[in-house]
């Protein structure tokens, strides 16, 4: 877990491989890795995190939540 920023994949609300692809892909800073077909979060990147929610957008299914660590 990042010191900001929790980002955390619910699996079993994961869509097909092809839509996880798509989320784990559009991220720009590589929060998210494939490994064993199975999305994860690269905990030293997580903390770079940009709250784009451009991963919100593209999982139609809910899968992943982002939230914040801090009061701002």
């Known amino acids: 877990m990042g010191e900001f920023i929790s980002i955390i994949i619910d699996q079993e609300k994961c869509g097909d491989i092809e839509e996880v692809k798509a989320w784990v892909q559009v991220c720009p800073v590589d929060i998210f890795e494939l490994k064993n077909g199975k999305p994860s979060v690269v905990e030293e ?28």
């Open 45 to 72: 990147n997580e903390d770079e995190c940009t709250l784009c929610d451009l991963c919100v957008e593209a999982c139609n299914t809910g899968a992943i939540t982002i939230k914040k660590l801090y009061k701002q």
